[in-house]
């Protein structure tokens, strides 16, 4: 065993005891999680008339504009989405995981481009999805629970999965989380400074632009709640320490970890009721940091669920 730091990274990234089934729990859940953020995403885009003809974007996003694609392909873009479903049921099956995982994040980028590009703005809900999908890709976690353990079986060529190489996958995606929400903490700090901890007026003038926005019936909460600036200031206090805390969640203990994410699932809820920011799949995300294996086998042994399976 080592000792000092070198053996808490060591211990940390390769010795965390979770199981192979869970890494494979992991793919499916999340690629479940895609389907309903791929709709709630990119369903406007279905409006495109495939017969049409092709427009220019108001506004490209960054890397069409380093592509020179200054215009909507129709076609493309219909392929597109049809490929992106289908790339996304493969993940969660687990058949060419790998290929499938790729061809999610390039549909992804060509899709968000369209879509970004003809609204004039840049959204950012698929960014942690993104990178986890990236780090499942070079994992072994198409080789659990799928389609190919099976066809690696049926050829010779499947090997077992030793321990360090379920938990590090694992670690990094629960690692890359807690980095993206203390690094909007810290963003909010040095953009804005101490007074937008210290004054709660920045999320009152949010609340009325989104409630402009959006039309005062739709956000009418939002609104009602901007006339009140002590709870804003009280919200601000709570974005801000929630955020710069999502590092201790790498520590402590299952039930803390719980009752944390659960609160932070009800902050993206009340994002969307009172400013309209559609985060409402990313608390998916946050099975990262349970073992769902564990889970699955509690359930499993629950009398209803035990009696009924056996039946």
């Not at 890397?63 to 873009?77: E, F, I, K, S, W």
């Not at 190489?165 to 980095?179: F, K």
């Not at 946050?286 to 499993?300: A, E, G, N, P, T």
């Amino acid at each position: 065993m080592k000792g000092g730091i070198a053996g808490a990274w060591h211990r940390f990234w390769y010795e965390r005891a979770t199981s192979a089934d869970n890494l494979g729990l992991v793919r499916i859940t999340l690629g479940i999680g895609l389907i309903p953020l791929h709709i709630s995403n990119f369903i406007s885009l279905l409006s495109i008339d495939p017969a049409g003809r092709s427009y220019h974007y108001l506004e490209q996003i960054w890397y069409y504009r380093l592509l020179g694609m200054d215009q909507v392909n129709p076609h493309l873009t219909m392929f597109g989405l049809g490929l992106l479903m289908v790339a996304t049921v493969a993940i969660i099956l687990g058949y060419r995981t790998r290929t499938a995982i790729a061809v999610t994040i390039l549909c992804i980028f060509y899709l968000k481009g369209v879509r970004d590009s003809a609204a004039g703005d840049v959204h950012h809900r698929y960014l942690m999805w993104v990178h986890a999908l990236a780090l499942l890709m070079v994992s072994r976690a198409g080789e659990v629970l799928s389609l190919d353990r099976r066809r690696l079986n049926r050829i010779g060529r499947m090997r077992p999965i030793e321990g360090w190489e379920t938990s590090w996958p694992i670690r990094a995606i629960q690692s890359y989380i807690v980095i993206f929400y203390c690094g909007a903490g810290i963003a909010k700090l040095r953009v804005s400074g101490w007074d937008w901890l210290m004054d709660g007026t920045a999320l009152q003038k949010f609340l009325f632009i989104k409630s402009a926005r959006w039309g005062f019936e739709t956000l009418t909460i939002g609104y009602d709640l901007a006339q009140f600036p002590t709870v804003a200031w009280g919200l601000v206090v709570f974005t801000i320490v929630a955020e710069l805390s999502f590092p201790v969640l790498l520590f402590v203990g299952a039930v803390p970890r719980a009752l944390f994410l659960l609160v932070m699932a009800g902050f993206h809820i009340a994002n969307g009721v009172l400013l309209g920011v559609n985060f409402y799949f990313t608390p998916i995300l946050y099975v990262v940091f349970f073992d769902l294996s564990k889970i699955r086998d509690r359930l499993s042994r629950a009398p209803g669920i035990g009696a009924s399976r056996s039946g």
